[in-house]
């Protein structure tokens, strides 16, 4: 880790993972919704990354590999991951 974090601030890495899921899936709905795909639940978005975003904790970072679930889709891609980026900022207060 870097050498610029304090010694006294406790740091955890989280893996919040499940291959073969598409972008959709780690979204809130309201972020499927402004890029039309208002169907999807964002039910992994719900159960393993909103619950980092209440309390105590804070987030520093995120490393995000899409595999080829959204192959075939770069013009919604395109969409999708700016969305999803301003939405877990929004949720972390980032």
């Known amino acids: ?3 610029h ?3 006294q601030v406790p740091v955890g890495l989280i893996s919040s993972s499940w291959g073969g899921t598409q972008i959709q899936v780690w979204m809130p ?3 499927n919704e402004a890029c039309h795909q208002g169907s999807w639940s964002g039910d992994r978005y719900n159960a393993m990354i909103a619950p980092f975003a209440v309390g105590p ?3 520093s970072g995120a490393i995000w590999y899409q ?3 959204n192959n075939g889709q770069g ?3 395109s ?3 700016p969305a999803m980026i301003s939405a877990w ?3 972390f207060h980032s």
């Open 29 to 31: 709905k309201a972020a």
């Open 1 to 3: 880790l870097s050498p």
């Open 89 to 91: 900022r929004a949720a």
């Open 5 to 7: 974090i304090s010694p």
């Open 79 to 81: 969409c999708a991951f």
């Open 57 to 59: 904790m804070a987030l």
């Open 75 to 77: 013009r919604y891609y």
């Open 67 to 69: 595999g080829e679930s």
